[in-house]
């Protein structure tokens, strides 16, 4: 068991299934990993969800006073202020916005197959500043991680919710 195996969903949801109750699972269960290493999500935080769906991640973010945006191809949640319509590969934020970026099932190949996931991780770093965390849930990569995204200590590419952390 690593350091950062704290518990949660013995079962990988749906990649469509964003009901209540598996939400605030994933948002439990990300608190727990991000806790292991010293980060609490409050109002200092900028945070960006990549493939917001139906806004309810957010909508838990937003409770705690995360400052947060959500970007999904077909957003199925409140459009303003916190979601918009955009693709991971071509995010229109600056450089370094971002403290932390999560993201759930963006990366399922069998589901999406009109996507560039190089890109996509290139973008991730982009806007997330350095030092800074992406918390990648349920997901699995079929291309390299870039070298400035660098898995954290006690987490694998495996586990349910690796964390990479934005290096110079």
Do not use: C
Not at 148 to 155: A, E, Q, R, V
């Amino acid at each position: 068991m690593s350091d950062l195996d704290v518990g949660g969903p013995s079962y990988i949801p749906n990649w469509e299934d964003s009901s209540p109750q598996s939400v605030k699972n994933r948002m439990e269960y990300t608190e727990r990993a991000l806790h292991r290493l010293g980060v609490t999500l409050d109002e200092k935080t900028v945070a960006l969800e990549i493939g917001s769906g139906k806004g309810l991640f957010l909508k838990l973010l937003e409770e705690k006073g995360v400052q947060v945006v959500g970007v999904d191809a077909h957003p199925r949640g409140p459009r303003e202020p916190t979601q918009m319509k955009g693709r991971v590969e071509d995010l229109r934020f600056a450089d370094n916005t971002f403290d932390i970026v999560f993201s759930a099932g963006v990366f399922d190949a069998d589901v999406y197959e009109q996507q560039d996931q190089q890109k996509m991780l290139q973008e991730i770093a982009r806007v997330l500043r350095p030092g800074g965390l992406y918390a990648a849930y349920v997901e699995v990569f079929g291309v390299p991680i870039p070298e400035n995204l660098k898995l954290m200590p006690g987490t694998t590419r495996r586990s349910l919710s690796p964390i990479y952390q934005k290096v110079a």
